[in-house]
């Protein structure tokens, strides 16, 4: 599936996410940072340590929630200013 039909609408309310089934219930930091990525917006998994997410330990990995970790990327996108683009206008 191509980048852009993953995201689909560029509106306030977030990109189309595919149901449930097609990803993880829980994800580590690096493929959670993956999806972001892929999904929503550029993010490493050293951010991901910092953002105010549940996580569980589960063999030596920290694992979170794909819901929570989407719905908190989600969040942080519709709070960014929208900001034109492009050259200024020379002053006449």
Known sequence: MSASALLGESSL???H???????????NRRVGAELVT???FPVS???LERWPLPVRHVNGQAVIETDQLFAHARSLLAAAPEI????????A
């Open 84 to 91: 034109m683009g492009g050259k200024g206008r020379a002053a």
């Open 45 to 47: 998994p050293r951010t």
């Open 38 to 40: 892929r999904l929503f």
């Open 17 to 27: 996410i595919p149901e449930r089934p097609e990803y993880p219930v829980r994800v």
């Open 13 to 15: 309310s977030g990109p």
